[in-house]
Nanobody, 126 residues
C-alpha cells in the first residue's frame, strides 16, 4: 500500500484544516487507516483511526469533538477534518494503514501499522 498525505499548512488557533491521505496498491476492504502525529521531541501518537469496512472510528481524547476522520471509497482516500485547532495540535501528521484480521475498532499503536505516508506539517499559530 502506498500512502500520500497532503493538506497541512499554517493556520491560526481556532481555525480548520483538512488532511487527505490517498491510498493505492491494494483493495482496502480489510484495512484500517490511521492518522498519527509527531511534535518535535515527542513520540509519534495516535490521533484517529477508521476501519475501511464498516467505517468504525476512534479518536484520542484530546481531539474528540474537534477532529473527524472519514473515508471516500471511490477515491480510496482518508480525510482528517480538524476544527478548532489549538497550538498543541501542531505536529507532522502521518497517515498509516494496516491489514486487520479481527476486531471492531482500528488499532491505535504505532507498531500495529505496516504502511506509512510521508507526513504533512501542521502549524498552529496562537
Amino acid at each position: 500500500v502506498q500512502l500520500q498525505a497532503s493538506g497541512g499548512g499554517l493556520v491560526q488557533a481556532g481555525g480548520s484544516l483538512r488532511l487527505s491521505c490517498a491510498a493505492s496498491g491494494r483493495t482496502l476492504n480489510t484495512y484500517a487507516m490511521g492518522w498519527f502525529r509527531q511534535a518535535p521531541g515527542l513520540e509519534r501518537e495516535f490521533v484517529a483511526g477508521i476501519m475501511w469496512s464498516g467505517g468504525t472510528t476512534s479518536y484520542t481524547d484530546s481531539v474528540k469533538g474537534r477532529f473527524t476522520i472519514s473515508r471516500d471509497n471511490t477515491k480510496t482516500t482518508v480525510y482528517l477534518q480538524m476544527n478548532s485547532l489549538k497550538p498543541e495540535d501542531a505536529a507532522v501528521y502521518y497517515c498509516a494503514a494496516t491489514r486487520v484480521y479481527s476486531g471492531t475498532y482500528p488499532p491505535f499503536r504505532t507498531k500495529d501499522y505496516d504502511y506509512w505516508g510521508q507526513g504533512t506539517l501542521v502549524t498552529v499559530s496562537s
